[in-house]
């Protein structure tokens, strides 16, 4: 191998090392263990153009026998907050001024055991997540 061959090939190894995670981390979900969830929720991961343009803490969600917690950990203004059942139906729709109020509790102790999605949007971005509720 020539020495421009060896080099070239040495400047594209290290590129792709540099380049590849920056390029899979911006597709993949990021998980984290959120610290701001109360105990007794199992957390929500929330996935979404909102979570990857902001960041994976800017919003937490968890959901619990009784209720569905969601903190704002940033202002966002006004977001639509709809919780949807396995069927795809809304059973429950809100607006929330984040700069005002930054946690929600959504009472679910009347919620049908099944699979739901809670789903919160912001201008053109949303972030989703699903949880149980038995």
Known sequence: ??????IFTIFYVIG?????????SATT???????????????IVLRGELMY???????????SDNAVYI??????GNVSITIYNSSNLAVYSTVV??????????PFTTAAPDAYTVVLNHADNYA???FEHE
């Open 1 to 6: 191998m020539n020495k421009k061959a060896l």
């Open 16 to 24: 792709l090392c540099i380049w590849a995670p920056a390029v899979t």
């Open 29 to 43: 979900p990021v998980t984290y263990e959120s610290s701001n969830i109360p105990n007794g929720y199992d957390e």
């Open 53 to 63: 343009n902001i960041g994976p803490t800017a919003i937490e969600a968890g959901a």
């Open 71 to 76: 903190q704002f950990n940033q202002s966002f």
């Open 97 to 106: 001024d984040t700069s005002i109020q930054q946690v929600v509790i959504v």
């Open 128 to 130: 989703e997540g699903d």
